[in-house]
């Protein structure tokens, strides 16, 4: 089953709002990262936050990280037309000698010019 | 660099044939990973590899089979497709899971149709 559940499955702002997109998952984790996917593209690598740290920058990203509620939230500031994406958590499971990285199931951001 | 590199980038299968895809990283990753994508489901993980010479299934291996053939490739293959298998197919690498370098990098992927 998959690890990390996003929420909310989309969500529709204007251009210049923030959009805050949130992560909830099941088990506990090393660390979480971030992911967008354009349409039609692989994904790509936002940003990552450890189990020991609480809050994370990048940019006009801002990552939480709440590990007693298991959760997580991804802030983007002065959202752009080009944020338009698909936004995925993943967590890590690491094991003797593997390590496995589960995505969610994303959240469909769409921001209108 | 290339980065992670997916071939093909797009296959129409009948049910009941075979297929490989290929999937090489120029990154000297470590672990390499096969994802598939469908809709309202998001990626859920085939098959990975932790290191040269091994590998492990995921979340939904049925129906596939995995090659590390080096450090740099990681093939999957489909021995007798099925219309469930229609999906998109994505590979990634990581150099060191778990460690410094942990995030993942994605190859572009494979859209495979199967009728």
């Known amino acids: 089953s998959q690890q990390g559940e996003e929420d909310p499955q989309a969500l529709s702002i204007q251009e210049g709002e923030n959009a805050t997109m949130n992560c909830s998952y099941k088990t506990s984790i090393n660390n979480l990262q971030w992911y967008r996917q354009n349409s039609g593209r692989g994904l790509v690598h936002l940003i990552l936050?450890?189990?020991?740290?609480r809050e994370k920058h990048s940019g006009r990203l801002r990552v939480t990280l709440d590990t007693s509620k298991k959760s997580s939230s991804l802030l983007i500031t002065a959202s752009r037309a080009a944020d338009t994406a698909s936004y995925f958590c993943?967590?890590?499971?690491?094991?003797?000698?593997?390590?496995?990285?589960?995505f969610g199931k994303g959240t469909k951001l769409s921001v209108i010019p | 660099n290339a980065g992670v590199t997916q071939t093909p980038k797009f296959q129409v299968l009948k049910t009941g044939q075979s297929m490989t895809l290929q999937c090489a990283q120029d990154?000297?990753?470590?672990?390499m990973y096969w994802y598939r994508q469908d809709p309202g489901m998001g990626l859920r993980l085939i098959y990975y590899?932790?290191?040269?010479?091994?590998?492990d299934k995921g979340e939904v291996p049925n129906g596939y089979n995995v090659s590390r053939l080096n450090k740099r490739e990681f093939s999957l293959r489909l021995e007798s497709a099925a219309p469930s298998q229609t999906s998109v197919y994505f590979c990634a690498s990581i150099r060191r899971p778990g460690q410094v370098n942990t995030e993942a990098f994605f190859g572009q992927g494979t859209r495979l149709t199967v009728v």
């Open positions: 993943a967590t890590d499971l690491l094991g003797a000698g593997s390590y496995q990285l589960t």
């Open positions: 990154m000297n990753h470590n672990s």
């Open positions: 590899s932790a290191s040269e010479g091994t590998t």
């Open positions: 936050i450890r189990s020991n740290e």
